[in-house]
């Protein structure tokens, strides 16, 4: 359940490439199996926008063309690939900067509703990552979303090329045959990297840890990413989820960031085109009214445990998180001509962080986190 191209709907309330009336879908109430089929499509949406961005030469990542079959592709508008650009830059510049804090020592990643997403490829490929560095990596989503990825990382698999000293075992998941939760939480065989097929909806504080969970390490400083993920969840699951890990698998005195990318500003006019054109698809953000601005996602954060919050939209992160001189390769790639609608969209997703900083020890010094303060 990666980001997916919600932008691109709401540009269509202005009469570009088809009115509102024709993102209306049939009438009538959806079965639940139906909503979540819906919600595991947004992955494939999240692909194309990526493989864009990529191809228009905004982003650098090798694996974005595996999960994007070519009949699939589409180029996106200027504005979506820039968003999509700002985006990944934010959050792979906070979890870089949590692996630069003290980076002889074991630390643990865990993406939730990660589907096709690159992130952890892409690090290995740029930092040689094995067994031996220290670093836990943790994918949680739908069985049916890892499919794909899985059978890139099989021994015939074109991904397995690019990354040294990952073992997978000896089969395919085939996407004729439906996968399963067992089947999906072992088919990677590697001390670093770990893919948990679960529905963060099950997750209850109370119940037997899930047993592919029992490979989270309690104790390592963890960073846990979730882009356009737990927003599709009701209020109170999507809380009762994030906690499980910050309070229930983390130790609390273990130390814990968060990274979460989500729409916000839901009741200006443009926030309601937005909604209204995703619930035509079926798609309904259900945190989007409890979370729908800045301070309220800061907040959310410090009631999940984390002490330190921090967060702008994307038009902010845009003016003062990229540099003059990658401003202006940016703009060599494609014109931007709508700059009036490219800021208001920027303004309607924010990606938000937060951290407490655990126990102080010698392996845990007080001022670890630092790098995540006041960086825009």
């Known amino acids: 359940m990666a980001a997916p191209t919600i932008p691109n709907l709401a540009l269509r309330s202005r009469g570009r490439r088809g009115g509102l009336s024709s993102l209306r879908g049939p009438s009538g109430r959806r079965s639940a199996e139906e909503n979540d089929r819906i919600i595991r499509q947004t992955d494939q949406d999240a692909s194309v926008s990526r493989l864009s961005a990529v ?6 990542d090798p694996f ?12 996106r508008l200027p504005i979506i690939n820039r968003g999509t650009y700002v985006r990944t830059q934010m959050i792979d510049d906070l979890v870089d900067k949590f692996l630069a804090i003290h980076s002889d020592r074991p630390k643990q990643i865990i993406s939730l509703g990660a589907g096709s997403d690159t992130r952890f490829f892409r690090l290995v490929s740029h930092h040689g990552f094995t067994e031996e560095t220290k670093l836990l990596y943790h994918e949680i989503d739908f069985a049916e979303n890892l499919t794909l990825k899985l059978n890139e990382l099989s021994p015939y698999g074109q991904m397995t090329q690019h990354l040294d000293g990952l073992s997978v075992a000896d089969r395919e998941l085939h996407p004729g045959s439906p996968p399963d939760a067992e089947s999906v939480a072992h088919v990677v065989k590697s001390g670093y990297y770990h893919s948990h097929a679960i529905d963060l909806r099950t997750l209850q504080p109370s119940a037997e840890k899930p047993p592919s969970l029992r490979s989270i390490d309690p104790l390592l400083p963890t960073v846990i990413i979730s882009e356009c993920c737990l927003c599709y969840l009701q209020p109170t699951a999507a809380d009762r989820a994030a906690l ?31 909604v209204d ?75 938000v962080w937060g951290w407490r900083a655990g126990e102080a020890s010698l392996d845990r010094p007080p001022n670890a986190w630092n790098s995540w303060k006041d960086l825009y």
């Not at 191809?55 to 650098?60: I, M, Q, S, V």
């Not at 974005?64 to 180029?75: N, S």
């Open 55 to 60: 191809e228009a030469g905004y982003l650098n």
């Open 244 to 274: 499980y890990f910050t309070q229930e698998l983390l130790d609390p005195t273990t130390p814990c960031g968060m990274i979460m990318y989500e729409p916000i500003k839901p009741d200006d006019a443009f926030g309601q085109v937005m």
């Open 277 to 351: 054109n995703l619930a035509a698809r079926g798609i309904v953000l259900q945190t989007l009214k409890k979370y729908g601005s800045i301070d309220a996602q800061r907040h959310r954060m410090q009631a999940y445990g984390l002490h330190e919050a921090e967060g702008y939209d994307v038009n902010h992160l845009w003016r003062k998180g990229v540099s003059q001189t990658e401003k202006e390769r940016i703009a060599s790639l494609e014109m931007v001509d709508e700059v009036e609608e490219w800021e208001l969209l920027a303004s309607h997703y924010c990606v």
């Open 64 to 75: 974005a063309k595996l999960f994007v079959a070519p009949a699939q592709k589409q180029r």
